[in-house]
């Protein structure tokens, strides 16, 4: 079985999948730069025991990053608890999707992976929108090529902004409102931080399709897709394993080679 990871700045996935593909389990956990292998490979272990699953079980790792700093110490963790070297995915140098943006090594690996999977399973052209850290939209040409993508805060990161530089505001959850004009200020936060990225991804979409050429399938990805996606009739569908299924290809890619 492949253990695939995916490392982002806020979010780390740990993806279990099997030979054709299927994400037996997935793990999203709290992103911590400051671990040591040993941390990490105990971590780790602990998500497999939990899963009732046998580290001998994995015969496979691969690894996409957007954090260099935990890199050191999650290959550490793989060769000592796994017996495995990972395979990094490096986006300039996979092959299985070209990358048209002006700097390939500037795309994150995340991108890429969810590029990957994306094309594979609903065709191109299309625009995956990822809310994470970032809130990304990226587009993908009807030749299968990742043209480049718009780049927005992210939700939580936007409501910790807006509430660490302000004296009375209160944390909210990220929550779909009920109306437009709040009544109270948690009301007010959550109509003004939801609609607007609602309004944000219905105008960057209409956007998107003027300069792909027509309407565009949209998918969206990433820890509140769902809540993003309920109120927003631009995304058609929500698939959280994006990414693992472009690691898996990945990984395949590179084993066929």
Same mark, same amino acid.
């Given at each position: 079985? @492949? ?20 994400? @037996? ?17 105990? /971590?780790?272990? #602990? ?38 070297? =990972? ?9 299985? +999707? #070209? ?15 969810? !590029?990957?999977? $994306? ?5 191109? =052209? ?5 809310? $994470? ?12 090529? /990742? &043209? ?21 505001? =209160? #944390?909210?959850? /990220?929550?779909? =409102? ?9 009301? !007010? ?6 609609? $607007?990225?609602? %309004?944000?991804?219905? &105008? ?8 792909? %050429? %027509? ?19 631009? +995304? ?5 394993? &994006?990414?693992?299924? $472009?690691?898996?290809?990945? !990984? ?6």
């Amino acid at each position: 079985m @492949l253990l695939a990871i995916d490392v982002g700045n806020t979010e780390t996935k740990f993806g279990i999948l099997d030979e054709d593909g299927s994400v @037996l389990q997935m793990w999203r956990v709290r992103t911590l730069i400051d671990r040591t292998p040993d941390e990490l490979g105990v /971590f780790i272990t #602990q998500l497999f025991a939990v899963a009732k699953l046998e580290l001998r079980t994995i015969d496979r790792i691969v690894i996409a990053s957007v954090v260099p700093k935990l890199d050191f110490a999650l290959v550490g963790a793989c060769k000592r608890f796994f017996s495995l070297t =990972p395979t990094m995915l490096a986006p300039e140098k996979q092959r299985l +999707i #070209q990358i048209e943006s002006e700097r390939a090594a500037e795309v994150g690996a995340d991108l890429v992976a969810a !590029a990957i999977g $994306g094309a594979a399973r609903y065709g191109t =052209p299309l625009i995956i929108a990822s809310y $994470g850290t970032a809130t990304v939209f990226t587009a993908i040409s009807r030749a299968g090529a /990742f &043209l480049g993508a718009a780049i927005a805060p992210g939700i939580n990161v936007s409501i910790d902004a807006l509430v660490g530089r302000t004296a009375k505001l =209160p #944390q909210i959850a /990220f929550d779909p =409102p009920q109306r437009a004009i709040g009544r109270n200020t948690v009301e !007010a936060l959550q109509a003004g931080i939801m609609l $607007g990225v609602v %309004g944000a991804t219905r &105008l960057l979409v209409e956007r998107f399709n003027e300069e792909l %050429g %027509g309407r565009t399938r949209v998918i969206a990805t990433g820890g509140l897709a769902e809540v993003v996606a309920r109120s927003c009739p631009a +995304i058609d569908i929500v698939d959280p394993h &994006l990414s693992m299924l $472009g690691l898996y290809l990945f !990984a395949n890619a590179i084993r066929t080679a």
